[in-house]
């Protein structure tokens, strides 16, 4: 039944060419690994390799700044899309400083992804946090 792909820190994205086609855009449905809701539709995001931090995946009441340290990880692997109307399904956190974390908009789970205020065109959501069908 599941035949749903996901990238993890242990095990990473092994094999991305059943991921990304050859201009570097998602081949396969991007859904959100709790409900399965779809997030993007093939063909809409391009792969982008850069390291962002991602608080620990929680629901949405719990991701806020807090005193010291935030559980999470620096993650490299991310769909980039430059405009928000092109999600099928994502919400997003408070302001956090100058982010905004990407959560998905049905079950409140994440973050799944990451928006930076002062770049009004760039939305990064990690191959970890989601899977793909």
């Known amino acids: 039944m599941d035949n749903h792909e996901q990238c993890s820190p242990s095990k990473g994205c092994a094999d991305r060419s059943t991921l990304v086609s050859e201009d570097g855009k998602n081949i396969k449905s991007v859904l959100c690994q709790r409900c399965g809701s779809k997030v993007l539709c093939p063909g809409v995001a391009v792969i982008a390799e850069k390291e962002l931090f991602l608080p620990a995946m929680r629901k949405k009441t719990t991701i806020t ?3 010291g340290s935030v559980d999470g990880d620096k993650l490299t692997a991310h769909w980039l899309v430059d405009d928000m109307y092109t999600f099928e399904n994502v919400g997003f956190t408070k302001d956090v400083g100058r982010i905004k974390y990407l ?3 049905d079950c409140e789970i994440g973050p799944i992804g990451w928006h930076c205020l002062d770049d009004k065109k ?3 959501v990690a191959l970890e946090r989601v899977n793909h069908a």
């Open 103 to 105: 959560i998905c908009a």
């Open 65 to 67: 700044k807090s005193e």
């Open 122 to 124: 760039s939305f990064y």
